[in-house]
């Protein structure tokens, strides 16, 4: 039997991952996270009993060597969605994100090696924000590094050590960089999420600077259908863009929230950004032309699911409370 050990699989991704590998595949799964609180948790709260028998839940820190110790006997595939991905929190203090995203991705890297005769697969889920801004155009997969966080910084470290495994010790290892990813359960924190918890509550929707931040927006379920793709499509040693392509204003994303929701675009408010958000990039945008020459494209216009995941949130408001 197909075995895969998903890190990070009670976050937001990583808990969308997992259950389209429970509904797409006939593989068991491993899934590692840290001792997660009851919201996390209720991320699989749709997951069946049945399936439910398929999962190997682990809790534990990727950090920590000792927890680490053995969780790739026998598994065939790891993909690493584990990392703290809270930019402003990077800000304020880093050595967290130092620990998590290139230590513990050290750490999971040192037992893919211990393991590489039955590993088939390592991918290392990463972010585009590693590129740092680019205002025209878009970054290719060989475009130089150029973190302007913290948060970002790790990751772009993260990658390289990824590479590093793949050509001193052979690890199978793909790295996928993704664009703003948004769907159902997002942190409340999200911009998503919190623009549709104010908007509900008729709150003023805190947009930062003059709103023309643009940012490129994936569904989640395509970014787990491409980390599938990837899988079966990938070769090792590579880089591999996932997005849709699909660029939005903050100023947009509100508008949109707003009118899915019937309220006034007069709810807006504009913030301080010099102030209140230091390290955050104008625009974002990756190329996928290497990763759609393997097969694999977006699928959905970005609208269209956004104004789905709008209404997800304004039914279900228990989750961002």
Known sequence: MTKI?????????????????????????????????????????DITNRDMQRIQLIYGDLSNN????????????????????????????????????????????????????TLIRYIQVSTDEVYGAILKGSYKEDSRLNPTNPYAAAKASADMMTLSYFNTYGVPAIITRTENN??????????????????????PLPVYGDGEHVRMWLYVEEHCSAICHLIEKGKPGEIYHVAGEQELTNNQ?????????????????????????????????????????????????????????????ASNEWWSK
Request: aromatic share 12%; charged share 30%; proline share 2%.
């Open 182 to 203: 948004f769907g159902e359960y997002q942190h409340p924190q999200k911009a998503l999420p919190k623009f549709v918890k104010y908007a509900m509550e008729n709150k």
């Open 5 to 45: 050990l998903i890190t990070g699989c009670l976050g937001f991704i990583g808990s969308h991952f997992t259950k389209y590998v429970l509904k797409n595949t006939n593989w068991d799964i491993v899934g590692f996270n840290r001792n997660s609180d009851q919201r996390n948790y209720n991320r699989w709260g």
């Open 253 to 313: 994303l509100a508008k949109i929230v707003l009118e899915t929701l019937g309220k006034d675009v007069s709810l807006v408010e504009h913030l301080d950004d010099h102030n209140a958000r230091p390290g955050h990039d104008r625009r974002y945008a990756i190329n996928t032309e290497k990763i759609r020459a393997t097969g694999w494209k977006s699928k959905y216009k970005l609208e269209d699911k956004l104004r789905d995941v709008i209404l997800w949130y």
């Open 66 to 117: 000792s927890n680490v110790s053995g969780i790739l006997e026998d598994v065939d595939y790891c993909v690493n969605f584990a990392a703290k991905t809270f930019v402003d929190h990077s800000i304020r203090d880093a050595r967290p994100f130092v620990e998590s995203n290139i230590l513990g991705t050290v750490n999971l890297l040192d037992e893919a090696t211990r393991n590489k005769k």
